[in-house]
């Protein structure tokens, strides 16, 4: 689980340094303008981490159902060869999702993006010549790549959650429920803005002033809550956490 943690870490941190550093320029300055080949890069990356973090999103799924439902089985299942070549296959779908992009992305008319970051949306509403087919293409690779991968997270969790409710101890219940209540957050917060942006078969008839206030959720919102949410959540964080602070706050209280 903190292998798949870490990956889902460096993904939000990789997520919002695509962006953010070139947002905060243009908000402190008067010139509001990024250079095409800059745009592209922030297009790719962002992308790149936006579709790996789906496929991690789902391995954290699946280890929370192997630890689950099948708790003697899962030291075997899960090793540290296996979490590896899992996390190898999520960043190699990030990668070939840039690939499959790059290849359709079109040449534009203008040179005025209406949003915060170089978004393929926004890209598609300035390009020439008929664009459906890219728009098709486009729609295609984000429904399989969201809707596989929320599939199989709700598969994960109905299984989990007949587990649950066949333990014989309340005691039991409660803590798995709080071992998969982080993820359950992160899920609701990631997929449902990611619906509304993302799952549109047209772009250019799309109004970018709301899709832009809904963008900041996935963006910015969600990777900034994402280390709040598992923190508060884990009893072994929380538990490192107080013990710091008495040790290095002689007047904190010991119990």
Known sequence: MYFFLSNLSFIDIGHTTAFIPKLLVNYLSSKNSICFYCCVIQLCFYFLFGVTEFFIITLISL?????????LRYATIMTSGVCLKL?????????LSILLMIANLPFCTSNIINHFFCDEGPLLKIAEGNTHVIE????????????SSLLFTLI???????????????????RAFSTCASHLIVVTIF?????????????????FSVIKSVS???TIVAPVLNPFIYTI??????????KTLRKNIPAFPKN
Request: with cysteine; hydrophobic share 50%.
């Open 63 to 71: 280890d929370r159902y192997l630890a689950i439902c099948h708790p």
């Open 191 to 207: 997929y449902g803005s990611v619906f509304f942006v993302y799952l549109r078969p047209t772009v250019k008839n799309s109004s």
């Open 216 to 218: 900041l959720v996935n």
């Open 156 to 174: 994960s969790y109905l299984f989990i959650i007949c587990t649950i409710l066949r333990m014989p101890s309340n005691t039991r219940q409660q």
């Open 87 to 95: 996390a190898v296959a999520a960043w190699f779908g990030g990668f």
């Open 233 to 242: 959540r884990n009893n072994e964080v929380k538990e490192a956490v107080w």
């Open 136 to 147: 098709a293409l486009g729609f295609l690779l984000k429904v399989v790549v969201i809707m």
